[in-house]
């Protein structure tokens, strides 16, 4: 099993910068593909960005140039740098874990943290 906490979101005029977090538990960290992923009202649930245990990190083409993320093997934490945000990034933001085992997968998800952007 594996908890995820998020933390860092907020209130942000357009054209800011927000940095979230998400803290992994366990010992596993290192062989889970992590993801940011969010939902704004009256939409589905969409992939951000991805970083996973092997190969390059992913991007969503609406973020692609002002997003980053990246992971702390040392403090099993993942972060999304957010930079030049607009109105379209408000969204509740979740932390997504991935983990295979053999045939199996397994998904694990965070409570979300809730990102505003507004003037």
């Known amino acids: 099993q594996v908890q995820l906490v998020e933390s860092g979101g907020g209130l942000v005029q357009p054209g800011g910068s927000l940095r979230l977090s998400c803290a992994a538990s366990?010992?596993?960290?290192?062989?889970?593909?992590m993801a940011w992923y969010r939902q704004a009202p009256g939409k589905q649930r969409e992939l951000v960005a991805i970083?996973?245990?092997?190969?390059?990190?992913k991007f969503a083409d609406a973020v692609k140039g002002r997003f980053t993320i990246s992971r702390d093997f040392a403090k099993n934490t993942v972060y999304l740098e957010m930079n030049s945000l607009s109105l379209e990034d408000t969204a509740v933001y979740y932390c997504n874990a991935h983990r295979r085992v053999g045939a199996a997968e397994y998904d694990y998800w965070g409570q979300g943290t809730q990102v505003t952007v507004s003037s």
């Open positions: 970083i996973p245990t092997v190969g390059r990190s």
């Open positions: 366990g010992s596993i960290f290192s062989s889970l593909d």
